[in-house]
């Protein structure tokens, strides 16, 4: 209601006094949230999922192996917003709400004693300081390529938007803070040299011998064989980046396997709807050329109908 209130009163303030003061505002407001919520992130171990592509997936994979493991999850992410059992559409059509949002959330993970809040981060949240305050206990690095160009200006801007919530982990006081980053994607290195004491990192090569087709993958795991039900390349890479957090977290093999192997799929992520046709449909979030191409790929050789 706040941010509300205060999106209002932006129209009454001239531009230019608007632009020259809007880092401090929003900084301000970042830091008033979290002290009326009284700093919910000190208490909970917070964290956060970055990239371009895969974020969603990879809160949803990440939240579904530490329950297997027996942990209580909240997450905020495109999707949904969830503390424990207890969840709800995202209908803000924002990855990351406003700040007051944010800071309710994680207050409420911590009311209902939930062990970890996981948080979609993005390169807009991280302008408006949507990140700050959080806390940040660990970050997962999924991917980058050019989006949001024309909010950010250029990719630089919106490389270095990305690299700020990188440095938001580097200044948490946390302690064993972790990074997780997928070392196939030639910006690692720039999330890697962020200091922090674990850096863990994941590749394609990890899951070898691996195999991809429309119905599941199937990979390995430090020698044991899994078949996941999700489809494509891209969410083995999402399935290998929860796999190397929840290994930083000391997680069993065993307990990993069994959760990926129960996994079923994300609504609206290469999700499969079967009404008693002959044929199939798949509805997935992907709208970028990259994105839809990679799509595609997963049924190579079938004709196609794409809308």
Do not use: W
């Not at 991280?126 to 690095?141: C, D, E, S």
């Not at 190397?244 to 992520?269: C, H, M, P, W, Y």
């Amino acid at each position: 209601m706040l941010d509300k209130i205060l999106r209002a009163t932006e129209k009454y303030i001239p531009k230019k006094l608007y632009r020259f003061f809007q880092p401090a505002y929003h900084y301000s407001l970042a830091f008033a949230s979290a002290l009326l919520y009284r700093f919910p992130g000190r208490k909970i171990f917070v964290l956060g999922v970055t990239g371009t592509k895969g974020k969603t997936s990879t809160i949803e994979l990440v939240s579904a192996i530490l329950e297997e493991a027996g942990y209580t999850t909240a997450i905020i992410s495109t999707l949904r917003f969830k503390v424990g059992k207890e969840e709800e559409r995202n209908l803000y059509k924002m990855t990351m709400p406003g700040r007051f949002f944010i800071q309710k959330m994680l207050r409420r993970a911590v009311k209902n004693k939930c062990d970890f809040a996981i948080v979609e981060m993005t390169s807009e949240g991280a302008r408006f300081f949507r990140h700050k305050f959080t806390y940040m206990n660990a970050l997962i690095f999924t991917n980058l390529s050019p989006e949001h160009i024309e909010s950010h200006g250029s990719f630089e801007n919106y490389l270095n938007a990305k690299l700020e919530i990188a440095k938001a982990l580097e200044s948490s006081p946390k302690k064993n803070r972790v990074i997780v980053a997928n070392v196939d994607d030639k910006f690692a290195e720039k999330f890697l040299n962020t200091s922090v004491p674990t850096k863990k990192t994941f590749s394609l090569s990890d899951g070898k011998p691996f195999a991809l087709g429309d119905s599941g993958i199937d990979f390995t795991l430090l020698g044991e064989k899994i078949h996941s039900k999700l489809s494509g390349e891209f969410n083995l890479y999402n399935i290998l980046a929860a796999i190397s957090f929840t290994q930083t977290q000391n997680v069993d093999k065993n307990i990993i396997k069994r959760a990926l192997e129960k996994f079923s799929g994300i609504r609206g992520r290469m999700e499969r709807i079967e009404a008693g046709q002959d044929f199939t449909v798949i509805v997935d979030y992907a709208h970028t050329p990259d994105s839809l191409e990679k799509v595609y790929q997963v049924f190579q050789g079938q004709k196609k109908i794409c809308v």
